[in-house]
C-alpha cells in the first residue's frame, strides 16, 4: 500500500493537462470581464455623444430683404432629453419571505 501511495505521489502525467486548463479558464474569465466593462464604458460613450449630438443648437433667423419684396423667417430647435440608462441606479430586488410556512 505504501508502494501504491509513493507512486501516486511521485506521478506526473497530466501535470501540463491540468496547468493549460486552468489558464484557459483563467483567461477565459479574463476576456468574459473584460467584454462587459467594455460594454458598459461603450454604452456610456454612445448616451453622452447623443446628449452632445442633441445639444447642437440649429436655430436661425433671417430678417428678409424688405427692399425686394423677401420676408424674413426664423426657427427656434427644441432642446431634446436623452434619458441616460445609468447601471448605478438600479434598485437590487430582495428575496420574498413565505412568512414562516
Not at 448616451?47 to 427692399?67: C, I
Request: aromatic share 10%; charged share 20%.
Amino acid at each position: 500500500m505504501r508502494r501504491f501511495f509513493n507512486k501516486m505521489w511521485w506521478e506526473d502525467d497530466g501535470v501540463l493537462s491540468f496547468e493549460w486548463t486552468l489558464l484557459i479558464v483563467l483567461v477565459v474569465i479574463g476576456i468574459i470581464s473584460g467584454l462587459g466593462a467594455a460594454r458598459d464604458v461603450i454604452i456610456d460613450e454612445l448616451g453622452d455623444t447623443a446628449e452632445a449630438v442633441l445639444q447642437f443648437d440649429q436655430s436661425y433667423s433671417f430678417v428678409g430683404l424688405p427692399l425686394f419684396g423677401i420676408p424674413g423667417s426664423e426657427y427656434v430647435d427644441s432642446l431634446g432629453t436623452v434619458i441616460d440608462c445609468d447601471r448605478s441606479t438600479l434598485v437590487p430586488t430582495t428575496p420574498k419571505t413565505d412568512g414562516g410556512a
